[in-house]
């Protein structure tokens, strides 16, 4: 189990980046999508909206493992969230997750399509840089240095 310090990094990461790669699995293949992530820390679980009628939801209920990747590609951080997926339709909670990405799919959170895709996250890892204009400088001075350059911190957490 990685330390408390890690942890609460790895979900400030999610939260501040609120858009990843959902990565499922299509018979032999991956197919990766951009979702908005929605955190609850306490319950351990990322949450997405979806629609019944998208081809993932028919993956996760098949192959559940998911993958979730966040990039923040200007301020160097990343994660890497592995866990299991399950489709749900939890009206009350696809209320509480209404927000404006969500009008560009639905009409309104009544929308019977719309569903709840709960991702649990059994281990991630994180590298939280210190932006691209530093890690640049440190990576040159490393060169000339002959020495590994520090490009910030990076664990792996156990969820």
């Known amino acids: 189990m990685a330390n408390q310090d890690d942890a609460t990094r ?12 959902l990565t ?7 197919r990766a ?5 929605y955190t609850a820390q306490l319950e351990n ?5 979806t629609d019944v009628g998208s081809h993932k939801d028919d993956e ?7 993958c979730l990747a966040f ?3 200007k301020g ?3 994660v890497s969230v592995s866990g299991t997926a399950e489709v749900q339709n939890d009206r009350e909670r696809i209320r509480e997750l209404w927000a404006t990405p969500a009008k560009a799919w639905w009409d309104n959170p ?11 996250p059994a281990s991630a890892e994180y590298w939280d840089s210190p932006g691209t204009i530093i890690s640049y400088i440190k990576m040159a001075a490393a060169a000339v240095s002959n020495t590994k350059p520090d490009m910030g911190d990076n664990a792996e957490v156990k969820l």
């Open 33 to 37: 999508r951009p979702m908005s992530a």
């Open 24 to 30: 499922t699995r299509s018979g032999d293949d991956l």
């Open 71 to 73: 990039a923040d590609t």
């Open 10 to 21: 790895l979900w400030e990461l999610i939260d501040k980046i609120g858009f990843c790669m």
């Open 76 to 78: 160097q951080k990343y």
């Open 45 to 49: 679980a990322i949450y997405f909206l």
């Open 60 to 66: 996760i209920t098949r192959w559940p493992n998911v």
């Open 110 to 120: 009544d929308d019977p399509s719309i569903r709840i895709l709960k991702m649990t």
